[in-house]
C-alpha cells in the first residue's frame, strides 16, 4: 500500500513501527492506512495550504521597464489575439522554454496536482527562469489580450493555476538560501524541498505539510499549518517579496516599500495582484519534535468532537492538533498532532482530552523524532527520500525518482469562530457516517496566529478556533459536499479559507476576506487597474 498521501490521509502505527498522518495537500487524497511506516529523510509541506487559484512565486530580479518587458503599454489590446509566430517570438524572448499545444512535452506541462483539471488547454506554458522572464510574459498578455494565470505547485482547488491563456509557471526559480535568521525563498520551491534544505541549516519556517504544495499559494492565501499555533501562519513570517506587478514592474514590497501589497500578500489571496517572485522569510531554530496519533472507534466520534474543540485551541501553544473523521473507506476517528517539546511534556497535555472523550483510544502512538523526519512524516513520505516525495512523471517540480501520486477531488471549507452545540455535533457526525468516500479534517488555531489582530495583514480569521475541510473523491462528490457545507453552515457561519478556493462559494468576497475585503478592493484598484489578473473569484 502506498504511504499516506495527505493530511487527510494516515498512517497507522504497527506494534513496532511509526505512523503518521500527512498534512494538506490537495483537498483529497486517497484516505488509505498502512499498517506500518518506516523513517525517512526529512522535509514536507502544506497546503494548509494549496496553492490557490494562479499564485507564484520565485528569485529576485531587478525591475525592467514597461517597454523593455516587451512592447509597450500603448499597444496593450492593439490588435486581435497572437499568431503562432507572436507565440514563438515569446519563447524565443524568455531565459527559460515555452511550451505550446505539439510540442512533445504540452501534454505534462499543462498538468495540475488534480487530474479533474486535465481537460483544460493552456495556449501556451511558460517556465520561467527569472522575474525578466514574467514581466515578459506580462507584457504579451497585455499586448494581445490573453488570459493569463501563474503556476507555482499548481494546487488549486479550483483547477485556477492553468487557463486557456498562458501559463506563468515558476517552477524553476526555486532556490532557497537561509543567513542570519532570514530565508529567501524562491517561485517554485516546493514545500518539501524548502524543509530539507533550511533543515540543513538547523531554521524552519511555519508551513504545512503537503510536500508538493509551493510556497506562493500557501504564503500568499494566509499559510495555515503543523506549526502554526507556535510561529504564526507563513505569512506571519514573511517580511518582505518580489512581485511582478500588471504592469510589468518588479516591486519589493515590505512594511515602508509597497506597504499596502505587502499587507494584500499576506492572506489576500494568490493570482490577485502580480506574480510573485521571492519571499523572505524570518526562520526559528529548529528542535526535535514530538508527534502523536490517537484513534477511536466511531462510537465514540461525538465525544471526540465535543472534547477536541474544547481543548486544543486552549492548549499551550507549543501543541497543535487536528481532528479527522472520515468514511473513507471505513468510519474512523483520529485525532492527531505535533508538539514543540518533550514527549512527557506531551503525554500530560493529552491526558485531559483522553479524560474528555472518556474513553483510553483504541490505538495510540506518540514518538519524539527530529523536526526534518516529523515533516516527512506529516507529509506521508516517511518512507520515502526527498526526492522521491516529489511528483511522478513529467510535471512541473517532478524529479527523476518521484513517486508522489497525483489525486482527484473536490472540497469545501468553513473558519469556526465557535464551539460546535451538541446539535451541531450531531450533525456532522451524521454527515459523515453516510455512505460514500468522504471525511472531514479540523485543525486548530488559537496560540500564535490568534494574536495578530484580523487587520494585521490580509488574513481575517484570527478570532477562528479552527479550520474545517470538507472533501471527497467519490461518484456524487459534490452532492455530499453541498449537503455537508450547507448542513454545518448555520453552525459554522459564512467564513471560509481562500487557500481552501471553493468555485461554488457564494458570497466568497465576505467568507474568504470578512472586514478586510474593501482594502483589498482599494489595493487591487491600484495594482491592477485593468484587471490583467482575474478569474472567477478575483478580488
Request: charge should be positive; hydrophobic fraction near 40%.
Given at each position: 500500500?502506498?504511504?499516506?498521501?495527505?493530511?487527510?490521509?494516515?498512517?497507522?502505527?504497527?506494534?513496532?513501527?511509526?505512523?503518521?498522518?500527512?498534512?494538506?495537500?490537495?483537498?483529497?487524497?486517497?484516505?488509505?492506512?498502512?499498517?506500518?511506516?518506516?523513517?525517512?529523510?526529512?522535509?514536507?509541506?502544506?497546503?494548509?495550504?494549496?496553492?490557490?487559484?494562479?499564485?507564484?512565486?520565485?528569485?529576485?530580479?531587478?525591475?525592467?521597464?514597461?517597454?523593455?518587458?516587451?512592447?509597450?503599454?500603448?499597444?496593450?489590446?492593439?490588435?486581435?489575439?497572437?499568431?503562432?509566430?507572436?507565440?514563438?517570438?515569446?519563447?524565443?524572448?524568455?531565459?527559460?522554454?515555452?511550451?505550446?499545444p505539439g510540442d512533445?512535452?504540452?501534454?505534462?506541462?499543462?498538468?495540475?496536482?488534480?487530474?479533474?483539471?486535465?481537460?483544460?488547454r493552456p495556449g501556451?506554458?511558460?517556465?520561467?527562469?527569472?522575474?525578466?522572464?514574467?514581466?515578459?510574459?506580462?507584457?504579451?498578455?497585455?499586448?494581445?489580450?490573453?488570459?493569463?494565470?501563474?503556476?507555482?505547485?499548481?494546487?488549486?482547488?479550483?483547477?485556477?493555476?492553468?487557463?486557456?491563456?498562458?501559463?506563468?509557471?515558476?517552477?524553476?526559480?526555486?532556490?532557497?538560501?537561509?543567513?542570519?535568521?532570514?530565508?529567501?525563498?524562491?517561485?517554485?520551491?516546493?514545500?518539501?524541498?524548502?524543509?530539507?534544505?533550511?533543515?540543513?541549516?538547523?531554521?524552519?519556517?511555519?508551513?504545512?505539510?503537503?510536500?508538493?504544495?509551493?510556497?506562493?499559494?500557501?504564503?500568499?492565501?494566509?499559510?495555515?499549518?503543523?506549526?502554526?499555533?507556535?510561529?504564526?501562519?507563513?505569512?506571519?513570517?514573511?517580511?518582505?517579496?518580489?512581485?511582478?506587478?500588471?504592469?510589468?514592474?518588479?516591486?519589493?514590497?515590505?512594511?515602508?516599500?509597497?506597504?499596502?501589497?505587502?499587507?494584500?500578500?499576506?492572506?489576500?489571496?494568490?493570482?490577485?495582484?502580480?506574480?510573485?517572485?521571492?519571499?523572505?522569510?524570518?526562520?526559528?531554530?529548529?528542535?526535535?519534535?514530538?508527534?502523536?496519533?490517537?484513534?477511536?472507534?466511531?462510537?465514540?466520534?461525538?465525544?471526540?468532537?465535543?472534547?477536541?474543540?474544547?481543548?486544543?485551541?486552549?492548549?499551550?501553544?507549543?501543541?497543535?492538533?487536528?481532528?479527522?473523521?472520515?468514511?473513507?473507506?471505513?468510519?474512523?476517528?483520529?485525532?492527531?498532532?505535533?508538539?514543540?517539546?518533550?514527549?512527557?511534556?506531551?503525554?500530560?497535555?493529552?491526558?485531559?482530552?483522553?479524560?474528555?472523550?472518556?474513553?483510553?483510544?483504541?490505538?495510540?502512538?506518540?514518538?519524539?523524532?527530529?523536526?526534518?523526519?516529523?515533516?516527512?512524516?506529516?507529509?506521508?513520505?516517511?518512507?520515502?527520500?526527498?526526492?522521491?516525495?516529489?511528483?511522478?512523471?513529467?510535471?512541473?517540480?517532478?524529479?527523476?525518482?518521484?513517486?508522489?501520486?497525483?489525486?482527484?477531488?473536490?472540497?469545501?471549507?468553513?473558519?469556526?469562530?465557535?464551539?460546535?452545540?451538541?446539535?451541531?455535533?450531531?450533525?456532522?457526525?451524521?454527515?459523515?457516517?453516510?455512505?460514500?468516500?468522504?471525511?472531514?479534517?479540523?485543525?486548530?488555531?488559537?496560540?500564535?496566529?490568534?494574536?495578530v489582530g484580523p487587520?494585521?495583514?490580509?488574513?481575517?480569521?484570527?478570532?477562528?478556533?479552527?479550520?474545517?475541510?470538507?472533501?471527497?473523491?467519490?461518484?456524487?462528490?459534490?452532492?455530499?459536499?453541498?449537503?455537508?457545507?450547507?448542513?454545518?453552515?448555520?453552525?459554522?457561519?459564512?467564513?471560509?479559507?481562500?487557500?481552501?478556493?471553493?468555485?461554488?462559494?457564494?458570497?466568497?468576497?465576505?467568507?474568504?476576506?470578512?472586514?478586510?475585503?474593501?482594502?483589498?478592493?482599494?489595493?487591487?484598484?491600484?495594482?491592477?487597474?485593468?484587471?490583467?489578473?482575474?478569474?472567477?473569484?478575483?478580488?
Open positions: 500500500m502506498q504511504p499516506a498521501l495527505d493530511r487527510r490521509t494516515f498512517l497507522r502505527a504497527s506494534a513496532v513501527t511509526a505512523a503518521a498522518a500527512a498534512t494538506a495537500c490537495a483537498p483529497t487524497g486517497t484516505l488509505a492506512r498502512a499498517t506500518t511506516a518506516t523513517t525517512g529523510t526529512a522535509g514536507t509541506a502544506s497546503a494548509s495550504g494549496a496553492t490557490s487559484a494562479a499564485s507564484a512565486a520565485g528569485s529576485a530580479g531587478s525591475a525592467p521597464s514597461a517597454a523593455s518587458a516587451g512592447g509597450t503599454l500603448a499597444r496593450t489590446g492593439a490588435r486581435g489575439g497572437p499568431s503562432p509566430s507572436d507565440w514563438s517570438s515569446l519563447g524565443r524572448g524568455l531565459a527559460g522554454r515555452m511550451i505550446r512533445a512535452s504540452y501534454d505534462a506541462a499543462r498538468r495540475l496536482y488534480n487530474p479533474s483539471f486535465d481537460g483544460i501556451g506554458v511558460a517556465y520561467c527562469a527569472n522575474p525578466s522572464d514574467v514581466a515578459e510574459c506580462l507584457a504579451f498578455a497585455r499586448r494581445f489580450g490573453v488570459p493569463v494565470t501563474s503556476r507555482s505547485g499548481g494546487h488549486s482547488y479550483a483547477g485556477w493555476s492553468t487557463g486557456t491563456g498562458l501559463v506563468i509557471d515558476v517552477s524553476r526559480m526555486s532556490a532557497v538560501r537561509a543567513s542570519g535568521g532570514r530565508a529567501v525563498v524562491g517561485a517554485g520551491a516546493q514545500l518539501v524541498d524548502i524543509y530539507d534544505r533550511l533543515a540543513a541549516h538547523g531554521v524552519g519556517i511555519p508551513g504545512g505539510s503537503c510536500p508538493t504544495v509551493g510556497i506562493a499559494g500557501l504564503t500568499l492565501g494566509g499559510g495555515i499549518g503543523v506549526l502554526s499555533r507556535k510561529y504564526g501562519l507563513t505569512c506571519d513570517a514573511l517580511e518582505s517579496l518580489q512581485i511582478v506587478t500588471a504592469d510589468g514592474r518588479v516591486r519589493t514590497c515590505d512594511s515602508r516599500h509597497d506597504p499596502e501589497l505587502y499587507w494584500a500578500s499576506r492572506g489576500g489571496g494568490g493570482g490577485n495582484f502580480g506574480v510573485a517572485v521571492s519571499f523572505t522569510f524570518r526562520t526559528h531554530r529548529t528542535q526535535d519534535l514530538t508527534l502523536f496519533f490517537l484513534h477511536w472507534p466511531w462510537s465514540r466520534a461525538r465525544k471526540a468532537v465535543a472534547a477536541w474543540q474544547a481543548w486544543a485551541p486552549s492548549v499551550p501553544d507549543a501543541l497543535w492538533s487536528n481532528l479527522h473523521l472520515s468514511q473513507d473507506p471505513g468510519l474512523d476517528v483520529q485525532i492527531g498532532g505535533v508538539y514543540v517539546g518533550p514527549r512527557d511534556q506531551c503525554e500530560r497535555l493529552l491526558d485531559p482530552l483522553i479524560a474528555k472523550v472518556g474513553s483510553q483510544p483504541s490505538s495510540r502512538f506518540i514518538t519524539r523524532t527530529s523536526y526534518q523526519h516529523a515533516m516527512m512524516i506529516e507529509a506521508g513520505c516517511s518512507s520515502r527520500t526527498v526526492s522521491q516525495c516529489h511528483r511522478q512523471g513529467d510535471l512541473p517540480g517532478r524529479t527523476a525518482d518521484g513517486r508522489f501520486p497525483r489525486d482527484a477531488f473536490s472540497a469545501k471549507s468553513h473558519m469556526a469562530y465557535r464551539p460546535l452545540s451538541a446539535s451541531g455535533i450531531a450533525t456532522l457526525v451524521d454527515r459523515i457516517s453516510r455512505p460514500g468516500r468522504h471525511a472531514v479534517l479540523l485543525d486548530a488555531l488559537g496560540g500564535a496566529v490568534g494574536r487587520g494585521a495583514t490580509a488574513f481575517p480569521h484570527r478570532a477562528a478556533l479552527f479550520s474545517v475541510q470538507y472533501y471527497a473523491h467519490m461518484a456524487g462528490a459534490a452532492t455530499w459536499l453541498r449537503g455537508a457545507h450547507d448542513a454545518m453552515a448555520p453552525h459554522f457561519g459564512d467564513h471560509a479559507y481562500v487557500n481552501y478556493i471553493d468555485p461554488a462559494l457564494s458570497g466568497w468576497r465576505q467568507a474568504y476576506y470578512g472586514p478586510n475585503a474593501a482594502r483589498l478592493a482599494k489595493t487591487k484598484a491600484t495594482y491592477d487597474p485593468a484587471r490583467l489578473f482575474r478569474f472567477p473569484q478575483a478580488i
